[in-house]
């Protein structure tokens, strides 16, 4: 079993506020100096089973923006948000993809771009996204689950890059779809669901200044469980909407498949809105439970984004369009 060490820092060693500063320091020294984070877009610790990678090899990323849609809620811990998620094609246990995410290479990377668009190819993530662009979110992130966190991603607007392929007139919706690597994606061996996973937005909501691509959290790059390279955050929707390791967008007229509702589509739609009224039909989403805290707390609608996004359904009826 290989485990990579950091040379740097140990995950274990800093707290998340300590890094916080530290970044904001390193930052701060570092103005001016050109981003070479995403071509240095580093695979993360190789973790075998049992092991939670064990020190954060990643990049740090300088020149990040602030952004004025983050919100000012306390962070969850780095632990909390690389240890205990969702990635299915590692295991489907919260625990999984921490453990059994080290064998996956995350570098290089090629993102496709296909369909109804002007401009199609397969582009390198370097060239995929404008890393003058990042900028940080901090996000509340609201699983379907009814449990929370609030992250600091950083990434980049994915308005801006879908506006760079042109889409055609005709194109409505964008589907992106994850690598399908069994080999080193040992959760892709069995059928859990149909691989590889797929989502989709409406382009609207695809372009809304809200929907980002993330490519780090924490003021680093990404680890393989949290996503690497680059993945959807979408603050509005359940987590689920938000899909990780992307390779492709292709840009369509009619709604695309989308993992979960091909999974179950009495229990998840394409909208995939946070909305306290309408229960997922096995438990109730009107609180969640933020990790880390002991009390539940009530959901807000569209996540607590309402006031943007609100507009992007007016007319619709929520309940029918979950
Ligand atoms: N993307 C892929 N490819 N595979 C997955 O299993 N799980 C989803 C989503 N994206 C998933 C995925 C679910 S259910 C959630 S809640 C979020 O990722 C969790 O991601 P995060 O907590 O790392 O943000």
């Known amino acids: ?9 140990r995950w274990s060693e800093v707290t998340p506020e300590r890094l916080y ?59 909390d948000i690389t240890t205990y ?3 299915y094609e590692f295991g489907t246990d919260k625990s999984d993809p921490a453990r059994y995410s080290g064998r996956f290479k995350p570098k290089p990377w090629t993102i496709a771009v296909e369909g109804l668009v002007n401009k199609p190819g397969d582009y390198a993530l370097e060239d995929f996204i404008t890393p003058q662009a990042l900028e940080e979110r901090i996000y509340r992130l609201r ?40 080999s080193e994606m ?10 590889p996973y797929v989502e989709g937005l409406r382009l609207d909501e695809a372009t809304h200044p809200l929907s980002i691509l993330a ?14 390279p680059i993945r959807l955050v979408v603050p509005w929707k359940y987590g689920f909407k938000s899909i ?18 091909l999974q179950n589509s009495q229990e998840y739609g394409f909208y995939s809105n946070v909305n306290p009224e309408v229960d997922h039909p096995r438990w109730s989403q009107a609180r969640e439970r933020r990790i880390g805290e002991f009390l539940k707390r009530p ?20 309940h029918k369009y979950y």
Do not use: H
Request: with cysteine; hydrophobic share 45%; aromatic share 10%.
């Open 1 to 9: 079993m290989l485990i990579k060490k950091a040379p740097d820092i």
């Open 21 to 79: 500063v530290n970044r904001r320091e390193f930052i701060r020294a570092s103005s001016g100096a050109a981003l070479g984070a995403l071509g240095a877009l580093a695979g993360a610790a190789a973790a075998g089973p049992g092991v939670v990678t064990p020190a954060y090899a990643q990049d740090a990323l300088a020149n990040v923006r602030t952004s004025a849609f983050s919100t000012s809620e306390k962070l969850n811990s780095v632990e």
């Open 85 to 87: 998620n969702n990635f």
């Open 143 to 182: 699983c379907v689950e009814a449990w929370s966190m609030v992250i600091p991603w950083i990434g980049i607007p994915l308005g801006g890059v879908i506006r760079r392929f042109e889409p055609a007139p005709k194109a409505k919706f964008v589907e992106f779809t994850t690598v399908y690597r069994p």
């Open 186 to 195: 040992p959760g892709q061996r069995r059928p859990v669901l149909e691989w």
């Open 215 to 228: 490519v780090g959290l924490y003021g680093r790059t990404l680890l393989n469980q949290s996503g690497a």
């Open 244 to 261: 990780k390791s992307i390779v492709r967008l292709r840009f369509v007229e009619k709604p695309p498949p989308t993992s979960w509702s």
């Open 299 to 318: 959901t807000a609608m569209f996540n607590g984004y309402g006031d943007q996004v609100a507009g992007l359904y007016a007319g619709m009826d929520l």
